[in-house]
């Protein structure tokens, strides 16, 4: 069974930093696929970044040049560092994973690319 645990949401201020975690185990497999995704009250779960076991990635538009996601399967550990942080990024962030997936362009459409799903960690960023 796939687990993932996030950690790592903050209060933060407008421009402001801050790096995401998300601890993963029960992927043996060669390939799959990891990401952010996030979503608050009254709104659907909006993809954010992904990245696969071959190290592609893929990123929201809203958050091109801003965010980076990072894979150290040594750690089987999916970071988000997240940069120049904008009232909009306030949110329940979330990590999913996919077995056998590869990522696309079109893979952050939709969460139910991502079988499995952490808890979440909030972030908040405030002017």
């Known amino acids: 069974q796939v687990q993932l645990m996030e950690s790592g949401g903050d209060y933060v201020q407008s421009e402001g930093s801050l790096r995401l975690s998300c601890v993963y185990s029960g992927l043996t497999y060669t390939r799959y696929a990891l990401a952010w995704y996030r979503q608050t009250p009254g709104k659907e779960r909006e993809g954010v970044a992904a990245?696969?076991?071959?190290?592609?990635?893929t990123y929201a538009d809203s958050v091109k040049g801003r965010f980076t996601i990072s894979l150290d399967s040594a750690k089987n550990t999916v970071y988000l560092q997240m940069n120049s942080l904008k009232l909009e990024d306030s949110a329940l962030y979330y990590c999913g994973a996919d077995p056998l997936r590869v990522v696309t362009t079109t893979v952050l459409l939709t969460p139910l690319n991502f079988r499995f799903w952490g808890q979440g960690t909030q972030v908040t960023v405030f002017p």
């Open positions: 990245i696969d076991s071959r190290g592609d990635t």
